[in-house]
């Protein structure tokens, strides 16, 4: 409870590519997570060029944001 509590979100990076022992470990922690059913519903990309990190934020932020009203 303490992780989901006193979680913080980050958006300030440190230009420097992340180890892929921790990208690897990361996500096998998220595909052990639990799922509805054990449907494990999700995808994960790991994408490590710049330029389509900006391509892909640039597309998600013209995109209205779903299931919020107003």
Sequence with gaps: MDAIFERMSI????????????????????MAAPSAVNQQPWEFYVVKN??????HRRALESEPVRGLRG
């Design 11 to 30: 958006r300030k990076y440190e230009d420097r590519p992340v180890e892929q022992e921790k990208i690897e470990k990361l996500l096998r922690a998220a």
């Design 50 to 55: 710049r330029e389509t990190m900006r391509d």
